[in-house]
């Protein structure tokens, strides 16, 4: 198979959306972003976020819809978004993303997808951080065939895992009781997320994550803002716990909405995005109470599924507190990383 690479635009959108959707059929990770929420990640470079870099690879002898052939003349059949980062940890840890189309799997696709991205990297890298060490790190699912393979073909080694976690909030008598309203910790206010807290929210975000999570750095006031308007953003559905003798937020839930599936297109399912809480709050009930909080407003308005992502070595001990909350175990992904000379 001869393939035409070149960089992506937003006009791509479309095309993208269609490469990930399959593969995400084909996974099952449930990950079925439409072209609107490919054009976000372009829309947010352009409004001065984090920088990228976005390639991809075109089969002109495949066939498809118009939208799906843009520009190069043939199908998109891969691609990848290299992602800066807004600080070090202390290398500079770029991130990349993408997918293969299930038809072009195994034919070295997502080796040489891969092996472009490593040769980018260090020009992107030189244009945020000039001199810092700098490693790559990417996403696996687990069991995809072929994933670990590429991974180790590259020179890449696992680095963490992560678990996807679901709960059916539907429940009929032999389920057990519906989700309640959780009882909320003394000197502690719970309610739902207003516009206003936007940038109080985000100082709470940089305390509960960046300080002990590995690999987080910080959101800038523009990424987290177009955060908080994303078209998936579930304002109704996001809780969190205010402390009135500070003004601070405690913690607090993000929630998305996912996008149907199509064999399922009447099943309504959301996705807790982002769940955090400041270290001198944990232990004291805060997240299980924006949590169930999420969990009782989305099955009393008729919502099927709820889920989640996690790191298995969580220093928060998220992973007991969200078991604790009725989440199982659906899926895992491991991060793989490769360090670049430069």
């Known amino acids: 198979m001869e393939l ?15 490469v990930h959707r399959a593969a995400a059929l084909a996974d099952g990770t449930g990950d079925l972003r439409s072209s609107a929420d490919m054009a976000e990640i372009f829309v947010r470079e352009e409004l001065g976020g984090v920088r990228r870099r976005y390639f991809g690879a075109f089969d002109a002898r ?20 290299l992602f800066a980062r807004t600080a070090l940890l202390p290398q500079h840890q770029l991130h ?7 038809a072009h799997r195994r034919a070295g696709v997502g080796g040489e997808l891969i092996r472009r991205a490593l040769a980018g990297a260090p020009a992107l890298h030189a244009e945020v951080f000039p001199g810092a060490p700098l490693e790559v790190m990417f996403a ?45 910790p003394a000197g502690l206010e719970l309610r739902t997320y207003q516009p ?78 982002m769940i955090g809480t400041r270290r001198e709050y944990r232990h004291r009930g805060v997240a299980s109470g924006v949590i169930a909080a999420t969990l009782h407003a989305a099955a009393a308005q008729g919502y099927d599924a709820a889920h989640l992502a996690v790191d298995t070595d969580n220093p928060s001990g998220a992973l007991s507190v969200y078991r ?17 000379q430069i």
């Open 196 to 273: 206003v807290d936007e940038h109080e929210l985000l100082a709470a975000h940089l305390d509960s994550f960046v300080p002990d999570h590995p690999g987080m750095t910080p959101t800038s006031p523009l990424m987290w803002s177009r955060r908080m308007n994303a078209l998936s953003f579930l304002p109704g559905f996001s809780f969190l716990m205010h402390d009135p003798a500070s003004g601070r937020v405690a913690g607090y839930v993000l929630t998305d909405l996912v996008p149907p599936h199509p064999d399922r297109p009447r099943r309504r399912e959301i996705n807790l995005t």
């Open 62 to 81: 495949a066939g498809g819809e118009p939208e799906a052939r843009p520009a190069a003349g043939g199908r998109l059949v891969a691609f990848g978004v």
């Open 324 to 340: 604790r909350a009725g989440f199982h175990t659906s899926g895992s992904t491991t991060l793989y990383i490769k360090s670049i």
């Open 140 to 184: 696996g699912t687990d069991g995809v065939a072929g994933s670990a393979e590429v991974a180790a073909a590259t020179g890449f080694t696992a680095w963490r895992r992560q678990f996807g976690m679901s709960q059916e909030l539907r429940r009929g008598p032999e389920d057990g009781p519906a989700h309640a309203w959780p009882l909320v």
């Open 96 to 102: 990349l993303w993408g997918a293969v189309d299930p």
């Open 4 to 18: 035409c690479w070149r960089t992506l635009t937003r006009a791509d959108a479309p095309a993208m959306s269609d």
